[in-house]
């Protein structure tokens, strides 16, 4: 298995916000997570980056885990919790918090794990599906019939979240698992990239090959449609 990352702060925002990365196991499998961090001055980039890092820090201290989503659901509690207390003992960070979507993927299954609307997409037989379910208010919208995935996408209110890590103290993250085969691939991304770029459009890019300027070609697609906000892609290969 093969991963690449990419984050841009985008045209028009001043700091980038995002963070993420990613990490190949001994025995081959892949551990990645984007993160797009929310709050005033600096306190977003605060949030994702540490979010970031603890949950990579417990991931690996975990290794040997026999219940992989518990072993997700561990490290984004860990994740949660700190960035929970840092957001109410430091005034700078008052009300921060960061999404997370984060994968484990091998060669026969993935398992993901997300909150917020950062995105899990899996390309397979020349089909994107996504995974995660947003945590959002369009979402919930959509998902009530009263606004079309079309309106959903330029709606005013589609950046607000209703779940994030660091928002509450317990963490109330969702968990998928979806079987892979040789050739598959997985894009996470922040909203940066999905609010601008259409799913046939990233279809489109991940089958074009070249998987090592793939998410190179993402952000470009991005900054085409004005990327308005930061802007991060992981694309992981089988």
Same mark, same amino acid.
């Given at each position: 298995? #093969?991963?690449?990352?990419?984050?841009?702060?985008?045209?028009?925002?001043?700091?980038?916000?995002?963070?993420?990365?990613?990490?190949?196991?001994?025995?081959?499998? $892949?551990?990645?997570? $984007?993160? *797009?961090?929310?709050?005033?001055a600096r306190a977003g980039n605060v949030a994702s980056t540490m979010a970031v890092e603890l949950f990579m820090e417990r991931?690996?201290?975990?290794?040997? &885990?026999? *219940?992989?989503?518990?072993?997700?659901?561990?490290?984004?509690?860990?994740?949660?919790?700190?960035?929970?207390?840092?957001?109410?003992?430091?005034? &700078?960070?008052?009300?921060?918090?960061?999404?997370? $979507?984060?994968?484990?993927?091998?060669?026969?299954?993935?398992?993901? +794990?997300?909150?917020?609307?950062?995105?899990?997409?899996?390309?397979?037989?020349?089909?994107?599906? %996504?995974?995660?379910? *947003?945590?959002?208010?369009?979402?919930?919208? $959509?998902?009530?019939?009263? +606004?079309?995935?079309?309106?959903?996408?330029?709606?005013?209110?589609? #950046? +607000?979240?209703? %779940?994030?890590?660091?928002?509450?103290?317990?963490?109330?993250?969702?968990?998928?698992?979806?079987?892979? &085969?040789?050739?598959?691939?997985?894009?996470?991304?922040?909203?940066?990239?999905?609010?601008?770029?259409?799913?046939?459009?990233?279809?489109?890019?991940?089958?074009?090959?070249?998987?090592?300027?793939?998410?190179?070609?993402?952000?470009?697609?991005?900054?085409?449609?004005?990327?308005?906000?930061?802007?991060?892609?992981?694309?992981?290969?089988?």
């Amino acid at each position: 298995m #093969n991963v690449w990352g990419i984050t841009h702060r985008g045209a028009v925002r001043q700091q980038n916000q995002d963070a993420f990365s990613s990490r190949t196991l001994e025995d081959g499998r $892949v551990i990645a997570l $984007v993160c *797009d961090g929310m709050g005033g001055a600096r306190a977003g980039n605060v949030a994702s980056t540490m979010a970031v890092e603890l949950f990579m820090e417990r991931f690996a201290q975990a290794e040997g &885990a026999a *219940d992989v989503e518990e072993r997700l659901r561990s490290a984004a509690a860990l994740a949660n919790e700190h960035v929970f207390r840092r957001s109410i003992q430091e005034p &700078a960070c008052a009300g921060m918090g960061t999404t997370l $979507v984060a994968v484990l993927a091998g060669l026969e299954e993935a398992v993901f +794990l997300n909150e917020g609307d950062s995105r899990a997409y899996h390309i397979s037989g020349g089909i994107i599906q %996504r995974v995660t379910r *947003d945590h959002s208010v369009v979402e919930d919208l $959509v998902q009530r019939g009263e +606004l079309t995935r079309e309106q959903a996408r330029v709606h005013p209110h589609r #950046n +607000l979240i209703t %779940r994030a890590l660091g928002a509450d103290p317990e963490l109330q993250a969702d968990c998928f698992r979806r079987a892979l &085969a040789p050739g598959d691939a997985i894009l996470l991304c922040s909203d940066g990239l999905s609010n601008v770029v259409e799913e046939n459009a990233l279809l489109e890019e991940v089958l074009r090959g070249e998987d090592d300027s793939c998410c190179q070609r993402l952000l470009e697609a991005a900054l085409a449609q004005g990327a308005p906000d930061n802007v991060t892609a992981v694309l992981i290969r089988c």
